[in-house]
């Protein structure tokens, strides 16, 4: 399946304000970039690097006055996502050394902490897949999706306690409880096709069976359609946008397309 | 200055469990190692890994029944720790981009919730080392050093509203108010000298004018003799001890003496 | 100044073949990429991962039959290169950690074997940027630019011997003389902007005085309008497209454009 | 089993001189660190960092006179090596990301110019593990181990027409074939355990059917009872002292010793 996706935002910037940007996807396995264009009005002096996971990462010094970024992909990704119902738990000795920092509690999954949930919400499932299914599932079911119950500090344990919340806040509790069995979990943000409302989008993967899958607590059934824009231990690793000084966000748009057969 | 220094951990072990460890020092800038001992008993096939931060992580699977962990470590270390007064803050658009990862908010360091606190507290100092060492030092003379008040889920505004707690705590309140000023500032796991009472410790250190400095806010002055275990954001990345299972941890002894001058 | 740069390259494919490919420019110090294009023809499916030296690299299998691959790159780069007559050696001692590995000999710069070439051919200059300058200055004045007396393994050593060769070999010859006075050389794969005749491109970088400066021994002066592919130790680290099975490469053609002042 | 291992170097230096060293061996896959020690005479301040092959690596500026360092290491490691008659060659776009840098040609080890030569020796054998044994058995068997007749621009195809050489040389052969066969290998430093006559030691590992393999064709059949220093493509990433200025080993020793059963 090839996606068109981008977003668009709009910063009131009020003195120089430095800024570390994450929007230019990459492509890895399961995501083959065509294309790619990353617009920056006015145009400011921009470096980027790699962090910690492998995301890329744009550092510009941004001017008084607006700055609006643009940035559009063309990727080739999966129509589905893989399925794999009984696939077992991967052993933590058995763990590829950089997967193992996905097995620890962090800023907004306090796994440390949930061990008693965990073990509730996949009571009788098998050790692996299941589990983190029967999480996901648990979730989707028990959770309304409602903006503007949780903000930047919320964590997974807040999510539990209110049984609301985001994307971002589905993901922080899949992430944590999926932690919570020894299951290495890890937090994507990105673009999904056709969802409603459109925006840009978060969901997470567990490492099972010596590979990672992909579970989004959001959606009734497993869809493909996915365009990739980082990964990360939760939401902290995967800032869009960090100004550090005195800047609005007026504004943010995201949009996905399917290219047209016949595009090039 | 030359140290020798060494923990003691004894665990009780009820099933299989695998481990993550990080207890092997490395040599790096300021910390030279001479000598070093590690052992396990029983003993038991360990594999090591340098993490996202070059933290050396040794991993186990324990068997049930007793695991006794000791190791040791001959240092050659600085007597005293660098003071800058007046160093000026590096602008974020300048800082190195491994030092990047240090300047956002971690599990036990909320500096995104912390802005006004770090104003207020630093408030008339020179942006740069003199924030950070008005951080310290409000925190030496405001917080009680108790043990006990605090546990694993402790982070710094729990601790700023409390008023007290151990190193760890003074660590991540200095980390959180420091980075609140977009100041890169990381934790270090380590042994300090002639600690009272002896103990594995804990310390930040802040970046400022291109380099990192130390700062410990358990203590009154600044001091050396420091032997380094681990870097991190904060507690979470250097934890030297992690069981993925049923254990109890019945002992844990800390260690360091300076080495007589004739030795060789 | 802006650039549009891209490159075409046909293979004919025997059999199925893994391939190698490493043609996605990357952002970075002085570069940024505005848009990006990447187009295999079939498609097929390809991943992505980072080398060593940060390089993005690309993986497929290419299917018997014709392989066109195309990509195409719109950068911002700086109009001229930074120069700096008279600035110092960086000691060795004090060379960051990620720089010390462009330090020593690799299979195409022989720089252990060529101490007193080294030194003759800077006779006089100050240690540093100037040396680098002379070696630069000296290639430029002796050798003959020609296509088809170098291949595949020609080496800095033959390169001396002959005197002549194409961009490859007098940047290989740079790096080898400049490494063998301890500074550390890189060697750049890229497009240069009215480069005569217009193809792909090599040149080389030093470290001097805390950063790199750009070399280039096929250029009468200093020119900028410079767009990075990859860096490394030599060509070896920085191929374009690596097959492995019978393969014939039966076109390649790369270009270079200045982009219209009015355009987004 | 369990191996004290160590070396002596001693230098001649005669102005002050930066060097790099690579003598601390680092607890690994199938390589455990019980203890070590590392003296440097006079004690001058050092510094150390991991390479891009996770070697540590120690700088330091010697100072005129004599330097005198001494490493020891106390290692568990295994008493014979994995065999794997029949198993098969890991498909080229199935190679682990970290592993695809040992499949090229590199300063020592001229892959590219030696396939026939490659097709000649495996002749008749399984692609994989056998074309391995293949290669190492034809080197033990064709080749005279002799000093004296190579030195450190001696290469793989050097080593080929002379039919003799030290393990250095042998290793490096070793790699180049193999990688000429599609198969990763790279290039190990260590010690030997009853080496005859003893001495620091080098060979090489190869990638197949998913897991690094050891190949030694300096020994008749395969034997443990290794401890590994560090890891490179070939010797240029593994040397073990690299002196920038005017230095003279005066001598080098090495040692192995099986530690007794009794010791803790």
């Known amino acids: 399946m090839r996606l068109d996706a981008g977003c668009e935002l709009e910063f009131e910037i009020l003195e120089p304000t ?3 940007l994450m929007l230019r996807p990459r492509s890895g396995e399961g995501q083959w970039v065509e294309a790619e264009r990353y617009a ?3 145009r400011v002096p921009a470096s980027e690097y790699a962090d910690a996971w492998g995301n890329l990462c744009q550092r510009i ?3 008084p006055g607006r700055l609006h970024i643009s940035t559009q992909v063309r990727v080739d990704t999966d129509d589905t996502i893989a399925l794999a119902p009984g696939a077992p738990r991967t052993p933590v000795d058995q763990l590829p050394v950089e997967v193992i920092g996905f097995l620890l509690a962090s800023r907004y999954a306090e796994s440390d902490a949930l061990a008693d949930q965990a073990r509730d919400v996949t009571a009788g499932a098998t050790p692996g897949y299941d589990q983190v299914e029967a999480i996901r ?3 989707h079911r028990s959770f309304e999706y409602r903006y503007g119950v949780s903000n930047e500090s ?4 807040d999510t539990i306690r209110m049984r609301k919340g985001v994307c971002r806040d589905f993901a922080h509790v899949g992430i944590a409880l999926t932690r919570a069995l020894g299951i290495p979990a890890r937090y994507v943000a990105g673009y999904l096709h056709e969802l409603e ?3 840009l989008h978060a969901w997470f993967e567990a490492y099972v069976d010596g590979r990672w899958y992909t579970f989004d607590a959001t959606q009734a059934g497993p869809r493909g359609g996915r365009v990739i824009i980082g990964y990360g231990r939760d939401a902290l690793d995967v800032a869009l946008a960090t100004p550090f000084g005195d800047t609005k966000l007026d504004n943010m748009q995201a949009w996905v ?3 047209p057969e016949a595009a090039g």
């Open 61 to 63: 010094v941004a001017r």
């Open 197 to 199: 409302p459109m925006d």
């Open 18 to 20: 430095p800024m570390l």
């Open 257 to 259: 397309r399917a290219v």
């Open 137 to 139: 599932a648990w979730i």
């Open 40 to 42: 920056l009005q006015p």
């Open 154 to 157: 919320t964590s997974a344990r």
